[in-house]
């Protein structure tokens, strides 16, 4: 089974409920065959913008395109999208074989060609001889390849995944990201995927866009989603970090009365944040030697946590602030004991301070 891609246009896409944006004016191009993940919070509109690409929810106001096509008005059985749900929604009372040829029933397919494009479906997810099987006889791991199976029968040339993964254990949960993954690059197609867990985000997307309240935060690659985010709700949202408050002095960061150095010389003076992520600190002794590529902060260790592949270390700074470590055992140092933190540069990363609310 193979089929071609289409690439996806937003423009200035707007919903409103009462006086709250679901949506606030979205640009946003999808490349064909490109696998994009709409990642955000609960409310943030991620789903909202999932469901005016399917036709299940008519924007207020502005375009979308399909390959060029206008999609707005087009109802949703005419767009020829393919659609796994979050509860799978499959029917009950039917077996295998008979969700996954649902679509191509609908579409007046013949019942020995449907038969046939059932079983290469299955094959494809892993479920080949399942056909005649109850959905209550399967697992949830089975249902959730049932459904995809289902939403791509029809050769749909882009794929709308609405958290897919979600109601699956934490361990089944990680080796379907890897098979759906894997199954999107043999067949080719736009994939639009939505989830609120970051994880999942960065394994199995080509770009990430991260939403709130209706808008586009950011949109780039897992690595500069994480790496380099764009404002501290990003960095929030995308893995854990720490802010700490710097003055730029002539392009000159300080934290308190320590200077610190950053792989791009900050053009904007004034207060900024420091944004550390704990996997990217070390612990060092106060008379161990850094490394001339890393910045280090004075700070005491207050607390160790075990967590089996590693240890979770609190730090405090001389003004009392808790600054979080992830890594190996810390050696000989005990809770009280004087340390420095040491960030490489290139990981000493600065945020626009952001007004308050």
């Given at each position: 089974m193979s089929t071609a891609s289409l690439p996806i246009s937003i423009a200035q896409i707007t919903k409103t409920y009462g006086k709250t944006f679901a949506l606030d004016h979205v640009d946003l191009e999808v490349r064909s065959g490109e696998f994009l993940t709409l990642l955000g919070p609960s409310g943030s509109g991620k789903t909202t913008l999932l469901t005016v690409l399917a036709g299940f929810t008519r924007p207020d106001g502005g375009s979308l395109k399909f390959g060029g096509t206008e999609m707005v008005t087009v109802p949703p059985h005419k767009r020829n999208v393919g659609m796994v749900f979050q509860n799978y929604a499959l029917f009950p009372h039917m077996n295998v074989a008979d969700n996954v040829g649902f679509p191509l029933k609908l579409r007046g397919v013949k019942s020995a060609e449907i038969r046939?494009?059932?079983?290469?479906?299955l094959e494809m997810v892993r479920l080949g001889g399942y056909g005649t099987r109850g959905v209550d006889?399967?697992?949830g791991g089975q249902r959730q390849r049932v459904a995809l199976a289902r939403a791509m029968v029809f050769e749909p040339r882009i794929m709308l995944m609405d958290e897919p993964l979600s109601a699956l254990d934490k361990q089944l949960r990680e080796h379907m990201q890897i098979e759906l993954r894997q199954l999107h690059d043999k067949l080719g197609m736009t994939t639009v995927y939505v989830t609120h867990d970051q994880r999942e985000a960065l394994t199995m997307s080509d770009r990430i866009a991260v939403i709130n309240a209706g808008r586009i935060m950011q949109?780039?690659?897992?690595r500069a989603i994480y790496e380099r985010p764009k404002n501290r709700f990003v960095a929030e949202f995308i893995g854990e970090s720490t802010f700490l408050p710097v003055?730029?002095?002539?392009g000159q960061?300080?934290?308190?009365?320590?200077?610190?150095r950053t792989a791009v010389v900050p053009q904007t003076d004034g207060p900024q944040l420091l944004m550390l992520r704990p996997e990217r600190l070390r612990l060092m002794g106060v008379n161990a030697i850094a490394d001339t590529a890393c910045n280090t902060i004075d700070a005491t260790?207050?607390?160790?946590v075990?967590?089996?592949?590693s240890s979770l270390f609190q730090a405090?700074?001389?003004?009392?602030?808790?600054?979080?470590?992830r890594g190996s055992s810390s050696g000989s140092l005990a809770p009280g004991a004087p340390l420095r933190l040491s960030v490489a540069i290139e990981d000493t990363v600065l945020l626009a301070m952001e007004p308050a609310a």
């Open positions: 046939q494009r059932c079983e290469r479906a006889q399967l697992s949109l780039d690659t897992p003055v730029v002095t002539g960061v300080h934290l308190g009365h320590q200077a610190l260790l207050v607390a160790t075990y967590q089996g592949d405090a700074l001389p003004d009392g602030t808790l600054v979080s470590v």
